[in-house]
């Protein structure tokens, strides 16, 4: 079965600092990939996703992430974060196209002023 | 476009009670999901609607909890008895499937059993 890392529980970055946040998937083909963020009380809002194509995908808010085959990598990036993305972010796949999302444990972002 | 709703948005109950929790999903999306999200983990899919059909079922705890989805619109996820385990958000999500795969999610149900 599929599995997702994340391996950064808890993520402290001062405001106007890059961002990455980590991720590995196990899995033998290569799985749609996405990102979602969760702010208190909300629901996940997709910032992201993967399919094909360039491994470079860009998402909303200013996200970014790369797909890197040869590590089982999605790491998600940002190059000056702000207050506002101070949230919980998880990473998720869909291995078998039928979406199904297996998600990770999730990163803990936290934005110093 | 009205995103997808859920209530209660919070239920306290004390073990070996029943609870149920209610989805309405966005309008003309077909498929429809029910996560449970345990504190510290990600979500876990419990069960999955294309229309008022199941597709997939194998995380649900069938001698405690069901699901249906009648008229393929709202769905009813519920739990009989609980237990303290039970203690999570449970999150609704529906998708076009025949679109993007994005998943929209509603902003769930904190179910704590004491």
């Known amino acids: 079965a599929q599995s997702v890392t994340q391996p950064d529980i808890h993520i402290t970055v001062s405001e106007g600092a890059s961002l990455e946040l980590r991720c590995n998937y196990s899995?033998?083909?290569?799985?749609?990939l996405f990102w979602y963020v969760q702010s208190p009380g909300q629901g996940l809002q997709l910032l992201l996703k993967y399919f094909s194509g360039d491994t470079l995908v860009q998402g909303i808010k200013g996200f970014e992430a790369e797909f890197k085959r040869s590590q089982s990598s999605f790491n998600l990036r940002k190059p000056s974060v702000h207050w506002s993305d101070a949230a919980e972010y998880f990473c998720a796949v869909d291995s078998g196209g039928g979406n199904k999302l297996t998600f990770g444990t999730g990163t803990q972002l936290k934005v110093e002023l | 476009e009205a995103g997808v709703a859920q209530s209660p948005r919070y239920k306290i109950i004390e073990k070996r009670q029943s609870v149920a929790f209610w989805c309405n999903p966005i309008?003309?999306?077909?498929?429809l999901y029910w996560y449970q999200q345990i504190l510290g983990q990600g979500p876990k899919l419990l069960i999955q609607?294309?229309?008022?059909?199941?597709?997939?079922d194998s995380q649900l705890p069938k001698d405690r909890f069901s699901a249906e989805r009648l008229k393929g619109v709202d769905s009813t996820l519920k739990i009989q008895p609980a237990k303290l385990e039970d203690s999570a958000v449970y999150l609704c999500?529906?998708?076009?499937?025949?679109?993007?795969?994005?998943?929209?999610f509603g902003p769930g149900t904190r179910l704590t059993v004491t």
């Open positions: 999500a529906s998708s076009a499937r025949t679109v993007s795969y994005e998943q929209y």
């Open positions: 899995y033998g083909a290569t799985p749609y």
């Open positions: 609607f294309q229309n008022n059909g199941v597709v997939d």
């Open positions: 309008s003309g999306h077909a498929t």
